[in-house]
């Protein structure tokens, strides 16, 4: 299967610049915007650009993508300001995940409490 890009997918169509998105960092393979509906002063999703439906998938098929996720979001946490945050990856719909593109959520800016929830 390829992975490039899903024509139905949300998050590959902010992506490709088909739908907003307030991008606050890039990377070859990475995008980073912000929530449309954020639960923090700081709440970003970093993407690979390519379509991988959730983490376990993309360190399968790119693990250098997946490591650039983990840096991109700390790059985004300290460019915000944050020493502290949390980063999540919802994996499957039980666990909360709504969008099946993998995006790894930085969140940042108020006191998080464990455990989430
Ligand atoms: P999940 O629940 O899959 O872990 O996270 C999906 C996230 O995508 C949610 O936090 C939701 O607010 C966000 N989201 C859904 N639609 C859009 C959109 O069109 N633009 C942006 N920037 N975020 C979105
Ligand atoms: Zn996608």
């Not at 970003?44 to 490591?67: K, S």
């Amino acid at each position: 299967a390829t992975h490039q890009s899903d024509p139905a997918c949300l998050f590959c169509k902010i992506v490709a610049g088909e739908v907003p998105g307030e991008v606050v960092h890039v990377t070859e393979r990475t995008v980073a915007f912000r929530d449309i509906n954020g639960q923090a002063p700081t709440h970003v999703l970093v993407v690979p650009r390519a379509h991988y439906e959730n983490a376990a998938a993309l360190a399968a098929g790119d693990p250098e993508a997946a490591a650039e996720l983990l840096t991109s979001a700390a790059a985004v946490a300290t460019a915000e300001g944050h020493d502290d945050y949390r980063l999540v990856f919802n994996t499957g719909a039980g666990a909360g995940q709504t969008v099946f593109h993998t995006h790894l959520h930085v969140l940042a800016g108020r006191a998080l409490t464990w455990p989430p929830g």
